[in-house]
């Protein structure tokens, strides 16, 4: 096992030249610009700017419609499956056909059930919406 010290090539040796790239950076952190080193073989100085704008967003709760329509169909599915057993048989269907055909007229009531309740939700949240102020920041680089 050798006792060096690992060479760090990142470091430059020359120190007039580290001086000359910590007098860059901060000169350029005086002037309120952040610094980025590109290369680690030949470090480079590249001043970049970071923008900020402030703007003004409507905040509000919405109800998840996949979720509705998906319980009005499944409600749709249960009302047709008691539907099915509450009346006694027919001579020229059996209960599966019966509950096909009332699980297909049912569940397409149930979804647009489903559907209209989440547009009430909807629109009864929208009425407690708010106003809220967003940062958005920018970072380019100055060439």
Same mark, same amino acid.
């Given at each position: 096992? *050798?006792?060096?010290?690992?060479?760090?090539?990142? !470091?430059? #040796?020359?120190?007039? $030249? $580290?001086? %000359?790239?910590? #007098?860059?950076?901060? $000169? %350029?952190?005086? %002037?309120? &610009?952040? @610094?980025?080193? =590109?290369?680690?073989?030949?470090?480079? +100085? @590249?001043?970049?700017?970071?923008? +900020? #704008?402030?703007?003004?967003?409507?905040?509000? !709760?919405?109800?998840?419609?996949?979720?509705?329509?998906?319980?009005?169909?499944? &409600?749709?599915?249960?009302?047709? =499956?008691? &539907?099915?057993? %509450?009346?006694?048989?027919?001579?020229?269907?059996? /209960?599966?056909? @019966?509950?096909?055909? =009332?699980?297909? $007229?049912?569940? @397409?009531?149930?979804?647009? +059930?489903?559907?209209?309740?989440? =547009?009430?939700?909807? !629109? *009864? &949240?929208?009425? !407690? *919406?708010? /106003?809220?102020?967003?940062?958005?920041?920018? #970072?380019?680089?100055?060439?």
């Amino acid at each position: 096992m *050798s006792d060096e010290q690992p060479n760090d090539s990142s !470091r430059p #040796t020359d120190p007039e $030249a $580290a001086e %000359a790239q910590t #007098t860059e950076a901060q $000169a %350029a952190e005086v %002037a309120g &610009l952040e @610094v980025e080193a =590109l290369d680690a073989d030949r470090p480079e +100085v @590249v001043a970049v700017e970071t923008e +900020v #704008t402030d703007e003004t967003v409507e905040v509000r !709760r919405a109800p998840r419609y996949g979720a509705f329509l998906l319980a009005g169909g499944v &409600l749709g599915a249960i009302v047709a =499956l008691i &539907l099915t057993f %509450a009346f006694p048989e027919n001579d020229q269907f059996d /209960r599966g056909q @019966v509950f096909g055909f =009332l699980l297909l $007229a049912l569940g @397409v009531i149930g979804v647009g +059930v489903g559907a209209l309740a989440a =547009l009430v939700v909807d !629109r *009864s &949240l929208s009425r !407690r *919406s708010g /106003r809220a102020i967003v940062e958005h920041e920018a #970072t380019h680089r100055i060439d």
